[in-house]
């Protein structure tokens, strides 16, 4: 699987970030899984034209030490379909600024 991951997360960045992800993304029902939604903006040809697959979704995986970002655009409405793809470079380039910015936000340094 393809992931962008920041890993070595102290402790206390730990409890920051879970804090965060609690209040601002849903819950997958697995601990630590949170899905982020990804902006309609960003998406491909195939999910645009996929309109009952949406919304469209990319998973963070928190662990005590890592948040892993997973590369996969999925939906959560069906576990296959043609619009279940790889994030795209707009997709992916998205998905690590938003992390980042995640980090940046909770004053934490990587």
């Known amino acids: 699987m393809k992931q ?3 890993d070595e997360i102290r402790p206390q960045d730990y409890e920051k970030i879970k804090t965060y992800l609690d ?3 849903s819950a997958s029902g697995l ?3 949170y899905w982020l ?3 309609e903006t960003l998406l491909s040809e195939v999910q645009k034209a996929h309109r ?3 919304p469209f979704v990319i998973s963070l995986e928190l ?3 890592r948040l892993a970002g997973e590369l996969l655009v999925r939906t959560r409405k069906r576990v296959r379909c043609d619009c279940i ?3 795209n470079k707009r997709q992916r380039d998205w998905l690590i600024e938003t992390m980042d910015a995640m980090f ?3 004053g934490i340094i990587t």
Do not use: M, R, S
Request: aromatic share 12%.
């Open 4 to 6: 962008y991951v920041i």
């Open 23 to 25: 209040e601002t993304f």
């Open 31 to 33: 601990d630590g899984l």
């Open 37 to 39: 939604p990804l902006d």
């Open 52 to 54: 009952d697959c949406a």
């Open 63 to 65: 662990t005590e030490d």
């Open 85 to 87: 793809q790889y994030a």
């Open 104 to 106: 940046d936000q909770l």
